[in-house]
């Protein structure tokens, strides 16, 4: 399985953009990049995902690497109600979400 | 929009009882995952069914048995609950089998086997 190496936990202040990186290093070329958070006692919720170009939504952005091996999702103006774990996922076919341990992102008032 | 549904969302089970964990979509999806959850981790994935009358064994499907009778329910068992049982499960819904489908969660449903 192409695994996803994400920091433990970042700290970000309210109305100010965060950065969150993954590198997947053994990503394949079909792998397609899905980010997930999970805020406490919910489920995890869809964000974003892509495959070699850049994309955004009403939630994020998602930048990826020309070489593909490191993404960054961008939320551009971190409120409190983004305070969550957020985790980069390679989607390997309908089967697997391959869930690592996350990033947990605290967000100060 | 209910979206994915999970009852119940708390039970308390001894060791050896037998329970069904329920999970409904309204979506039309093809693709059902059961997913548990341990304290602090990520998830991992129990069963899945790709289809109605469908099932498939995931990472972790020992001592859970799963069906799809109907496209939109799928039911996970614990014929003899066990203490390592306890955990948050989750249940997820996807369109079709695509690598660029997103797979939409439940709020779980919380376990404690004593």
């Known amino acids: 399985d192409a695994k996803t190496t994400q920091p433990n936990s970042m700290e970000s202040n309210e109305e100010e953009p965060v950065h969150l990186p993954c590198n997947h290093s053994?990503?394949?070329?079909?792998?397609?990049i899905h980010w997930y958070r999970q805020l406490p006692s919910q489920g995890p919720e869809y964000v974003i995902h892509?495959?070699?170009s850049n994309v955004n939504n009403r939630m994020a952005s998602l930048a990826i690497a020309e070489d593909r091996k490191s993404s960054t999702l961008i939320l551009h103006r971190a409120t409190l109600r983004d305070a969550a774990v957020y985790y980069c996922?390679?989607?390997?076919?309908?089967?697997?979400?391959?869930f690592g341990q996350g990033t947990r992102l605290t967000i100060n008032p | 929009n209910a979206g994915v549904t999970q009852t119940p969302k708390f039970r308390v089970l001894k060791t050896g009882q037998s329970m069904t964990l329920l999970c409904a979509q309204d979506?039309?999806?093809?693709?059902m995952y059961w997913y548990r959850q341990d304290p602090g981790m990520g998830l991992r994935l129990i069963h899945y069914?790709?289809?109605?009358?469908?099932?498939a064994k995931g990472e972790v499907p020992d001592g859970y048995n799963v069906s799809r009778l109907k496209k939109q329910n799928f039911l996970l068992g614990l014929e003899s609950a066990a203490p390592s049982q306890t955990s948050v499960y989750f249940c997820?819904?996807?369109?079709?089998?695509?690598?660029?489908?997103?797979?939409?969660f439940g709020d779980g449903t919380r376990l404690s086997i004593l």
């Open positions: 997820a819904s996807s369109l079709m089998q695509l690598s660029n489908q997103p797979q939409h």
């Open positions: 053994t990503i394949s070329g079909t792998d397609y």
């Open positions: 892509g495959l070699t």
């Open positions: 996922i390679l989607r390997e076919g309908a089967q697997k979400l391959v």
């Open positions: 979506m039309n999806h093809e693709y």
């Open positions: 069914s790709v289809g109605e009358g469908t099932t």
